[in-house]
């Protein structure tokens, strides 16, 4: 009789982790399929894919931006871009907020429950997480804004990092979507003026986007050079 229970509990358990099984086959399939074909995600062919009913695009839209927060092959800023020729300029910054929330959220999700354990390791393969274990607790708000705005580390990771790191979610999202939000505005521009790419909008978006990048670069670079001082 106990063995049969014990059978009975070792098929129930089976049974439990086929969802969580067949999620993540799923979820692989998409990230290969991805990186086999990351030469064709562009622009151009997101908006040649997505239906032209609005909701079925939004749909898509949101499944896309789910897929880069697993995927470090897609360019958050071409389905920011793919977003503004798709919708409306209002309609487009919303679905980019709303998309990099998901983006943002799955990676911290997946830190968190992976648990600190896993920090150190995550910390050791990549270096420069180690500029954010200093801080990481002085300004939950602050420091999730400006690792968004430096952009200079890898976007996934971070999230995963801060998810692992205890974060509070809140304060993690509130800090990312505001350290985001110059780049989702400009690449919406950029995508509603593609067409026209000597239109003041569109040449304004380009250089604020150049500003932002080399800003980035300076900003990581000055506080690389403040935590090596204060170690």
Same mark, same amino acid.
């Given at each position: 009789?106990?063995?049969?229970?014990?059978?009975?509990?070792?098929?129930?358990?089976?049974?439990?982790?086929?969802?969580?099984?067949?999620?993540?086959?799923?979820?692989?399939?998409?990230?290969?399929?991805?990186?086999?074909?990351?030469?064709?995600?562009?622009?151009?062919?997101?908006?040649?894919?997505?239906?032209?009913?609005?909701?079925?695009?939004?749909?898509?839209?949101?499944?896309?931006?789910?897929?880069?927060?697993?995927?470090?092959?897609?360019?958050?800023?071409?389905?920011?871009?793919?977003?503004?020729?798709?919708?409306?300029?209002?309609?487009?910054?919303? &679905?980019?907020?709303?998309?990099?929330?998901?983006?943002?959220?799955?990676?911290?999700? &997946?830190?968190?429950?992976?648990?600190?354990?896993?920090?150190?390791?995550?910390?050791?393969?990549?270096?420069?997480?180690?500029?954010?274990?200093?801080?990481?607790?002085?300004?939950?708000?602050?420091?999730?804004?400006?690792?968004?705005?430096?952009?200079?580390?890898?976007?996934?990771?971070?999230?995963?990092?801060?998810?692992?790191?205890?974060?509070?979610?809140?304060? %993690?999202?509130?800090?990312?979507?505001?350290?985001?939000?110059?780049?989702?505005?400009?690449?919406?521009?950029?995508?509603?003026? &593609?067409?026209?790419?000597?239109?003041?909008?569109?040449?304004?978006?380009?250089?604020?986007?150049?500003?932002?990048?080399?800003?980035?670069? &300076?900003? %990581?670079?000055?506080?690389?050079?403040?935590?090596?001082?204060?170690?």
């Amino acid at each position: 009789m106990d063995e049969e229970n014990e059978i009975r509990h070792k098929k129930r358990t089976l049974l439990s982790y086929l969802p969580k099984a067949a999620g993540v086959a799923f979820w692989l399939c998409l990230i290969v399929l991805c990186i086999v074909q990351r030469d064709k995600i562009t622009v151009d062919n997101i908006v040649n894919f997505t239906p032209k009913n609005p909701f079925l695009a939004f749909c898509i839209v949101m499944l896309l931006f789910a897929l880069k927060s697993v995927c470090v092959v897609i360019y958050g800023g071409i389905l920011y871009a793919a977003c503004g020729i798709l919708f409306s300029l209002p309609t487009a910054i919303a &679905i980019n907020i709303a998309g990099s929330v998901i983006m943002t959220t799955i990676p911290f999700l &997946i830190g968190k429950k992976l648990g600190a354990k896993r920090l150190a390791a995550l910390t050791k393969k990549h270096s420069k997480l180690e500029l954010l274990h200093s801080v990481q607790h002085k300004n939950e708000l602050l420091l999730s804004f400006f690792v968004r705005i430096v952009g200079f580390l890898p976007s996934d990771l971070v999230s995963m990092y801060l998810g692992a790191s205890g974060l509070h979610y809140i304060w %993690y999202i509130s800090g990312t979507i505001m350290g985001l939000l110059p780049a989702i505005v400009n690449f919406s521009v950029m995508g509603k003026n &593609i067409h026209d790419v000597s239109s003041p909008a569109f040449r304004i978006s380009v250089v604020l986007e150049i500003f932002l990048m080399l800003l980035s670069v &300076i900003l %990581y670079y000055i506080w690389k050079r403040k935590k090596r001082q204060e170690g």
